[in-house]
Protein backbone atom coordinates (compact mmCIF):
# COMPACT_ATOMS: atom_id res chain seq x y z
CA UNK A 1 0.00 0.00 0.00
CA UNK A 2 0.77 3.05 -0.55
CA UNK A 3 0.43 5.02 2.75
CA UNK A 4 2.55 5.54 5.95
CA UNK A 5 1.81 3.16 8.90
CA UNK A 6 0.87 5.40 11.98
CA UNK A 7 3.43 4.49 13.97
CA UNK A 8 5.18 6.55 17.76
CA UNK A 9 8.76 7.56 17.14
CA UNK A 10 10.02 6.42 20.80
CA UNK A 11 9.15 3.03 20.01
CA UNK A 12 12.45 0.56 19.72
CA UNK A 13 13.06 -0.33 15.91
CA UNK A 14 11.71 -4.00 16.58
CA UNK A 15 8.16 -2.51 18.36
CA UNK A 16 7.91 -0.69 15.10
CA UNK A 17 8.51 -3.86 13.14
CA UNK A 18 5.48 -5.59 15.30
CA UNK A 19 3.15 -2.65 14.82
CA UNK A 20 3.89 -2.90 11.20
CA UNK A 21 3.33 -6.44 11.03
CA UNK A 22 -0.08 -5.99 13.46
CA UNK A 23 -1.14 -3.08 10.43
CA UNK A 24 -0.05 -5.94 7.66
CA UNK A 25 -2.20 -8.44 9.23
CA UNK A 26 -5.41 -6.29 9.37
CA UNK A 27 -4.63 -5.89 5.83
CA UNK A 28 -4.42 -9.02 5.26
CA UNK A 29 -7.66 -10.31 6.88
CA UNK A 30 -9.53 -7.84 4.52
CA UNK A 31 -7.38 -8.76 1.34
CA UNK A 32 -6.83 -12.86 1.79
CA UNK A 33 -8.07 -14.05 5.01
CA UNK A 34 -6.24 -15.06 7.95
CA UNK A 35 -5.95 -17.65 10.59
CA UNK A 36 -7.50 -16.39 13.56
CA UNK A 37 -4.75 -17.90 16.10
CA UNK A 38 -2.28 -15.40 13.47
CA UNK A 39 -3.96 -12.63 14.11
CA UNK A 40 -4.64 -13.13 17.71
CA UNK A 41 -0.95 -13.90 18.37
CA UNK A 42 0.31 -10.33 16.08
CA UNK A 43 -2.10 -8.54 18.46
CA UNK A 44 -0.97 -10.01 21.64
CA UNK A 45 2.46 -8.69 20.89
CA UNK A 46 0.99 -5.07 19.72
CA UNK A 47 -1.14 -4.90 22.94
CA UNK A 48 2.46 -5.68 24.98
CA UNK A 49 3.58 -2.11 22.34
CA UNK A 50 0.37 -0.41 23.16
CA UNK A 51 -1.29 -1.62 26.89
CA UNK A 52 -3.06 1.55 26.37
CA UNK A 53 -6.81 1.35 25.12
CA UNK A 54 -6.94 4.91 24.12
CA UNK A 55 -3.34 4.79 22.21
CA UNK A 56 -4.37 1.53 20.78
CA UNK A 57 -7.60 3.00 19.72
CA UNK A 58 -6.22 6.16 18.30
CA UNK A 59 -3.39 4.03 16.31
CA UNK A 60 -6.06 2.03 15.12
CA UNK A 61 -8.19 4.90 13.79
CA UNK A 62 -5.26 6.89 11.71
CA UNK A 63 -4.97 3.39 10.49
CA UNK A 64 -8.40 2.94 9.62
CA UNK A 65 -8.54 6.63 8.19
CA UNK A 66 -5.75 6.22 5.73
CA UNK A 67 -5.98 2.96 4.81
CA UNK A 68 -9.95 2.00 5.11
CA UNK A 69 -9.29 -1.11 7.31
CA UNK A 70 -10.80 -1.59 10.50
CA UNK A 71 -8.35 -3.21 13.01
CA UNK A 72 -11.78 -2.73 15.45
CA UNK A 73 -13.93 -5.19 13.06
CA UNK A 74 -11.62 -7.31 12.21
CA UNK A 75 -10.33 -7.94 16.18
CA UNK A 76 -14.51 -8.01 16.96
CA UNK A 77 -14.75 -10.97 14.45
CA UNK A 78 -11.47 -12.95 15.55
CA UNK A 79 -12.78 -12.74 19.44
CA UNK A 80 -16.37 -14.04 18.25
CA UNK A 81 -14.23 -16.70 16.31
CA UNK A 82 -13.73 -20.42 17.19
CA UNK A 83 -10.06 -20.93 17.24
CA UNK A 84 -9.55 -22.69 14.35
CA UNK A 85 -11.56 -20.34 12.18
CA UNK A 86 -10.09 -18.11 8.87
CA UNK A 87 -10.79 -14.83 9.21
CA UNK A 88 -12.09 -13.20 5.84
CA UNK A 89 -13.35 -9.34 5.65
CA UNK A 90 -15.88 -8.38 3.31
Sequence with gaps: ME????IDYHWSTDE????IKFYETIETAYEKGIDR???MLVYRRFKEIVPSKAEEKTLCSEFEE??????YRVLKKAKDALAEEKIMMK
Design 37 to 39: ERL
Design 66 to 71: ISGYSA
Design 16 to 19: IVDV
Design 3 to 6: YQYP
